[in-house]
């Protein structure tokens, strides 16, 4: 009987998995196959160009343009309420998918918990005992259950928008598949910043008190002359905080979609079908490698966060 | 050499030499998170969490330097 379960466990398993390695396997002939097309296409228009002097400007288009990643591309425009501008641009599209996909699995999770978890829960309880015990509990002293609702909650948003942005998606001009996220747009990343700043200046002043927190920025150890160099000295990298927070997840995300796009455009950039096929495999394990940067990026936001408002709780330096 | 030149060579060697501390930084960095980690097995999970910390802020600073060459390129 039980080795009877076990087999059939093990044959789904197997199934499961094979199921998993043919939609890789799809996926990855699917962007070969439009890179080939793309590639033939520029051949095709780039004919009259002499064999000598590749064609330079159909390269070029196809190429990765950075200064779109800050365009404001309107989708969808909608009337503006006052000074604000409810048009949906590709940057909010992304914010919508993403909440989308965070409320879908929180219902999905909280209607079938179970005592004896499925994968999916057990990943859930992963994320969950990861941003408690492994990001909240071991960097923060005090106020662990006031602030994980807000770390763990930025490490959520911020790790399935950045997946989010691994699947190409058509949202480039006229409905190109590209790669894109929420979080490589400098305003989301500056707000999720900004959050942390101010959480991290309001956490400091609830429990200290306006004047003993700001007093406490040049330790009490410190010799009397050189408090207030010290105390500027830490005022300016508060302001600096918000720069790096902000514009570390900004420039990882841009930096790794422009990287993708690159590698995935591999067969126009060299004008060879054999090196295309070649460097799919090339393609793949970068790709692999930005689906870690994207967890990287949310933990360290998380981590850095926690260690911000842990320090602005416990001013002993 | 014309602006434009100027403008491509600053930007290579913004990233280049921009990307030169963080490498040898974070090189150093995991080399001695490693080997405290061969040496105390037991605290690897707390080793390793701040070991991502030091990434985090070390690798900040080669983004700042990709973040001058995009500016060089497409905004100067």
Known sequence: MTTGIQQNRCRRSIARRSLTAAALALLLVALLAGNLARLAAASESAEPTPVGEPAAGETKEEQFDVAKEFEREVLVALPSVGPVDLSITKGVAYLLITLGVICVGAFAVNRGVKMQPGRFQVMMEAIYSLTRDGIVGSVMKSGQETWFPYIGSAFVFILVSNLVGLIPLPFAEGHQLSFYSATANLNVAIMLALCTFLFTHYAGIRKNGLARYLVNWAPASAPTVLKPPIWAIHAISEIFRLVSLSVRLFANMVAGHAILAVFFAMAVVFQSFLASVVLQGGSTLIYLFEVFVAFIQAFIFAILSAVYIGGALDQDH | ?76
């Open chain 2, 1 to 76: 050499m014309d602006a434009e030149a100027a403008k491509f060579m600053g930007a290579g060697i913004a990233m280049g030499v921009g990307a030169l501390g963080p490498g040898l930084g974070l090189g150093l960095m995991i080399g001695k998170a490693l080997e405290s980690i061969a040496r105390q097995p037991e605290v690897s999970g707390e080793i390793r969490t701040t070991m991502f910390i030091g990434i985090g802020v070390t690798e900040a600073v080669a983004l700042y330097a990709f973040v001058v060459a995009l500016i060089l390129l497409f905004v100067a």
